[in-house]
């Protein structure tokens, strides 16, 4: 499994972006798909996850209100839609795949493949 995330950029304090990951190699009817994201210093955060086969999606408490992950099964494609992006936010943002656990979405050893991280910058 190949994921190749874009999107990321520089936003004011109150603006938008929507991420992409790009995911290529094999099938993923029993996937999740995830969103990561590190800032300098602090360790790797959950961000959103989404349920190949059933669109169902689960945030963070960090992106909850804000953030809406999504997919388009055609594009073999994930989204993470950022609203009212705040300094915080600013981070790299990564994306990661693997068989849909029974629990633990939010855990990152719980996702085998990953793609290289887009940067968010949110200035104030």
């Known amino acids: 499994v190949q994921l190749q995330a874009s999107g990321g950029g520089l936003v004011q304090a109150g603006g938008s972006l929507r991420l992409s990951c790009a995911v290529s190699?094999?099938?993923?009817?029993?996937?999740?798909m995830g969103w990561f994201r590190q800032a300098p210093g602090k360790e790797r955060e959950f961000v959103a996850a989404?349920?190949?086969?059933?669109?169902?999606?689960y945030y963070g408490d960090s992106a909850k209100g804000r953030f809406t992950i999504s997919r388009d099964i055609a594009k073999n494609t994930v989204y993470l839609q950022m609203n009212s992006l705040k300094p915080e936010d600013t981070a790299l943002y990564y994306c990661?795949?693997?068989?849909?656990?029974?629990?633990?979405?939010?855990?990152?050893?719980?996702?085998?493949?990953w793609g290289q991280g887009t940067q968010v910058t949110v200035s104030s």
């Open positions: 190699g094999r099938t993923f009817s029993s996937y999740v």
């Open positions: 989404i349920s190949w086969s059933d669109d169902s999606p």
């Open positions: 990661a795949a693997d068989v849909h656990p029974d629990y633990g979405l939010q855990y990152e050893a719980n996702y085998r493949y």
